[in-house]
């Protein structure tokens, strides 16, 4: 498996794409600081989400004045991958 997503929030900001099918930025922004509890540097959220167009797993479209972003098929899978990965992990912890 690729390390395509290095860091906790490149999955987290798929999750809630691969949940919603399709959000705004500042929506995605807004839900990731709910799940958080805490604010987000925008600079810091931006950069990531665009790691994330510039890698292929996101894709953004403009709508207006909004940039819309959603997961490509080869984002869902490697979310799909990365679920399946940490389910065998969490399963064999309780096994042992």
Not at 17 to 35: C, D, I, T, V
Request: proline share 1%; with cysteine.
């Amino acid at each position: 498996m690729t390390r395509w997503h290095q860091s906790g929030t490149r999955r987290d900001m798929c999750i809630l794409l691969a949940e919603a099918g399709e959000l705004r930025g500042q929506r995605l922004k807004s839900r990731l600081e709910s799940h958080y509890d805490e604010q987000l540097d925008p600079k810091r959220f931006y950069g990531t989400l665009t790691s994330l167009v510039e890698s292929g797993h996101v894709k953004k479209r403009i709508e207006g004045l909004y940039d819309v972003y959603f997961l490509t098929d080869i984002g869902e899978q490697r979310l799909r991958d990365q679920f399946q990965w940490m389910r065998e992990k969490v399963e064999n912890t309780t096994q042992n």
